[in-house]
Structure formats: C-alpha cells, structure tokens
C-alpha cells in the first residue's frame, strides 16, 4: 500500500515536444505529491509540488495534473528542452515526514 | 543560503568495516531525512530526525544501521560491518520541521563496499 508505480522507465522526446510521466498509488492518505528532477551525480531537486484538493497546478513548463478518483498523477513538461534531460521521480507523502518514492524515469531530450 | 552538504562525496571501504556518513542540514531546518538510492532505483526511506529525536526508524534495512543527530544540526549515518549490497548513494534532506513537505537533498555519498 506504500508503492508509488511510475512509468515509463525511460523516454525519449525531440525538442520542443510534450513529455509525460505517470505515477499511480494505492495508498488514500496520501497528501502531497512532489515531483523531483535528478542530474547525475546530484541529488533530487524539487520541481514541482500537489496536494489532493486540486486537479492541476502549473508552473512555468511543467504541470502536474492529479486524480484523484483514479489515484493517478502526471507530470507533462511542455515544450521540452535538452537541458531537461534528467531523471524525473514521482513520491508521496502522508504526513509531511518520509517520502515514497516511485522508480524514476530517465528522459532524454533529442536536439 | 547553503544547501544541505554531505560528507564524504565518494566512500570506498572493505567489506565488514564500519562506515560514518555526515549530514548537515539547511539552517534552520529542524527536521532531516535519511534516504538511500540503489543504482538506477528509487529513493528508499531510512529514517528522520525532528529535533534530535527519531519518530520514524523504520527504514533502517538492519541493526548494523544507525542514526543520530546532535545539537539540532549534524546527523551522522553509521553502518556497521558493511557488506556488498551496503554499496548505494546515500542521500540527506532537510525541512524546515517534520510536518512542512517540502524536503530539500543534498548530493548523496556513494558508497562502495568491496
């Protein structure tokens, strides 16, 4: 019940093209769902933030859409870049402590 | 302001030694978070500190794995008699108190157990 699926494993996408992550969950008091980009040899940076009380939020080029009744949330980067190239990595959270994180997705921008 | 830092950024040591990772945390933040990172997975939870106190252990793989955390700042991760599958990346994060969500990571100490 503390899984977070993530797909794709990896994903290639041509420049200025849409990328979308997915991330499932079972467990219902999850209450905030991060999303995290990671360069190699760095750690996990903060990209973009949800909480269950909202469908969608943007931020620049990225948005997270979530559903709840689906217990499914996305990340689409809009306009992709080379510099995004990066692994991405879904978690969850219900209680603002520990983190579950999904498996990652490795996302290659193509110039 | 600083980061988180982590210390060392490479470890290397012989099976069965023992191993101290550092942790220092954003000022200011009161809670830190342990994780570690196997090669090409996910992030995998160890345990946290709020304040100099551990509410949550639970993701500590073994008792060869310990924690502390002094002065409300520095946590140092142990790891007793390391075996092979110890070798991973280690990762810190820091928040401003247990509760806040938004955790910020340092950049992990990769260890390797030979």
């Known amino acids: 019940q503390q899984q977070v699926k993530q797909s794709p494993q990896s994903l290639i996408v041509q420049k200025g093209g849409i990328s979308i992550i997915n991330c499932a969950y079972e467990?219902?008091?999850?209450?905030?769902f991060p999303w995290y980009q990671q360069f190699p040899g760095k750690g996990p940076a903060l990209l973009i933030a949800?909480?269950?009380?909202?469908s969608e939020k943007k931020e620049g080029r990225f948005t997270i859409s979530f559903n709840k009744s689906a217990k499914q949330f996305s990340l689409h980067i809009m306009d992709s870049q080379p510099g995004d190239s990066a692994t991405y990595f879904c978690?969850?959270?219900?209680?603002?402590?520990?983190?579950?994180f999904g498996a990652g997705t490795i996302l290659r921008v193509k110039s | 302001g600083a980061g988180v830092s982590q210390s060392p950024s490479n470890k290397v040591t012989e099976k069965g030694k023992d191993v101290e990772l550092r942790c220092d945390p954003i000022s200011g933040h009161t809670a830190l978070y342990w994780y570690r990172q196997r090669l090409g997975q996910g992030l995998e939870f160890l345990i946290y500190f709020q304040g100099n106190s551990a509410p949550d252990k639970s993701g500590l793989p073994s008792d060869r794995f310990s924690a502390e955390r002094t002065g409300e700042s520095v946590s140092t991760l142990t790891i007793q008699r390391t075996q092979q599958e110890d070798s991973a990346v280690y990762l810190c994060?820091?928040?401003?108190?247990?509760?806040?969500?938004?955790?910020?990571f340092g950049p992990g100490t990769r260890l390797t157990v030979t």
């Open positions: 467990n219902t008091a999850f209450d905030y």
């Open positions: 949800i909480r269950p009380d909202v």
């Open positions: 994060a820091s928040s401003l108190w247990a509760g806040s969500y938004e955790q910020y």
């Open positions: 978690a969850a959270s219900n209680s603002g402590n520990k983190l579950v």
